[in-house]
């Protein structure tokens, strides 16, 4: 069946520095591709998403990326600062599908 | 949580009890979701709902039953709640499915004793 892998599960970043989490997936037939944000205590929250006719798109500091072919799909996160830190997940939408997130963690 | 409510956030309850957990929109969005979340297993999804009256099953719905007779309301009901469906619930919504974003609630934290 489907299933969506995101790497790394867990990333520390100094504040200041660039973090990228990376979504893999399978089979999919899906266009559209967003990523979520969850803080702790909090439900997700779509933080930027991009469509398949798109390969990237920016807003601020975060950024995403498409290669449908390999079939991956990646967030950038520059000039990280502490309030970014929070789990962050990919979910293949056309099976509704969240896996489990990568817990992103940035240290002042 | 802009236009999604849950109620209640926290709720302890025994074993074999019924529980309802309740999701309100004011967004008139179409679609409705209920996912549990569990530490080692992400969001699952539960049930979800395209329209009124309209609900299908997710991966993890055993135990569990939905539903909406109105827009605005999707519940959640544990017929007889187990230890094993002690979890935080979210609802979300979305306003045309698959290929949209949701908005999601803040969560209900339910505990089985």
């Known amino acids: 069946g489907e299933n969506v892998e995101q790497h790394p599960s867990t990333l520390s970043v100094q504040e200041g520095d660039s973090a990228v989490i990376k979504c893999t997936y399978s089979d999919s037939a899906s266009n559209y591709f967003p990523w979520y944000k969850q803080e702790l205590g909090k439900g997700p929250q779509l933080i930027i998403d991009?469509?398949?006719?798109?390969g990237e798109k920016k807003d601020q500091r975060i950024a995403v990326t498409l290669n449908k072919t390999a079939k991956h799909f990646s967030l950038h996160i520059t000039e990280t600062q502490p309030e970014d830190s929070a789990v962050y997940f990919c979910?293949?939408?056309?099976?509704?599908?969240f896996g489990t997130g990568t817990r992103l963690q940035v240290f002042p | 949580d802009a236009g999604i409510t849950q109620s209640p956030r926290h709720k302890v309850t025994e074993t074999g009890t019924p529980v309802t957990l309740r999701c309100h929109q004011t967004e008139n969005h179409r679609y409705m979701y209920w996912y549990r979340q569990d530490p080692g297993h992400g969001l699952r999804l539960i049930h979800y709902s395209y329209g009124v009256k309209d609900t299908d099953k997710g991966e993890v719905s055993d135990g569990y039953s939905v539903s909406r007779s109105k827009t605005e309301d999707f519940l959640l009901t544990l017929e007889s709640a187990t230890s094993s469906q002690t979890s935080v619930y979210f609802c979300a919504i979305s306003e045309a499915g698959l290929n949209y974003g949701y908005t999601f609630g803040s969560g209900t934290r339910l505990t089985v004793v």
């Open positions: 979910p293949v939408t056309d099976k509704l599908i």
């Open positions: 991009i469509r398949s006719n798109v």
